[in-house]
């Protein structure tokens, strides 16, 4: 079975600072992984993907994330922080079944940008 | 970019009755998904359908669930028999295909039951 751990409920930053999400990942076959972010009675959103190609990955608004297999882990972060970067981020592992691909979410983590 | 629209945004039931989550995922998908999310806890994965029945489904997904694509554009849940555990913000999605990895969310049903 794959899991997901998000480190991390709610992390706060300043604007203009640095943000991290860390997520770590069980997977007993190369994972497929994702980030989502969830704005106030939004829907899920795709922010970027992980598909075995570039362990680098770059995604919208300027966030990316680094696959690291030794660590098994797949932080997002971002250089500098904006106000409309508040929201929840979810860290979730494709896994295939059947015909479909399903994904398993991490418990997610509320980011709060301070002014 | 295409949209998952689901309806109504908030639904407010008494325990025991049923209620029927409706979606309408993007319009050359063939993969449509239920996910839920109670309340300070993990989204999770429900039920997974295509091809006119479900591939997959969750633990939760018992027989008190069940889901429906009664015309070519609709997909739908329906709780018989609501209880109180089964509040929580119940998400679609939809995919074009089996080897396209992306998964687009509706915006969510808050179901709450009384």
């Known amino acids: 079975a794959q899991s997901v751990t998000q480190l991390g409920s709610h992390v706060s930053v300043s604007e203009g600072a640095l943000v991290l999400l860390r997520c770590n990942y069980s997977?007993?076959?190369?994972?497929?992984l994702f980030w989502y972010v969830q704005y106030p009675n939004q829907g899920l959103q795709l922010l970027l993907k992980y598909t075995s190609a570039a362990t680098l990955v770059k995604g919208i608004n300027g966030f990316e994330a680094e696959f690291k297999k030794s660590e098994t882990s797949f932080h997002l972060t971002k250089p500098s922080a904006h106000m409309s970067d508040a929201a929840e981020y979810f860290c979730a592992v494709s896994s295939y079944s059947g015909s479909a691909r399903q994904l398993t979410f991490g418990s997610g983590t509320q980011l709060t940008v301070l002014p | 970019e295409p949209e998952v629209t689901q309806t109504p945004s908030h639904q407010v039931t008494q325990m025991g009755q049923e209620v029927i989550l409706r979606c309408v995922p993007i319009s050359n998908h063939l993969y449509f998904y239920w996910y839920r999310q109670i309340l300070g806890q993990k989204v999770e994965f429900l039920v997974s359908?295509?091809?006119?029945?479900?591939?997959?489904k969750s633990e939760i997904f018992d027989d008190q669930f069940s889901v429906e694509r009664p015309d070519g554009s609709n997909f739908t849940l329906k709780i018989r028999s609501t209880k109180l555990e089964d509040s929580a913000m119940y998400f679609c999605?939809?995919?074009?295909?089996?080897?396209?990895?992306?998964?687009?969310f509706g915006s969510g049903t808050q179901l709450s039951v009384l």
């Open positions: 999605a939809s995919r074009a295909g089996a080897t396209n990895e992306k998964l687009f």
């Open positions: 359908f295509y091809n006119n029945e479900i591939s997959e």
């Open positions: 997977s007993s076959v190369p994972p497929y």
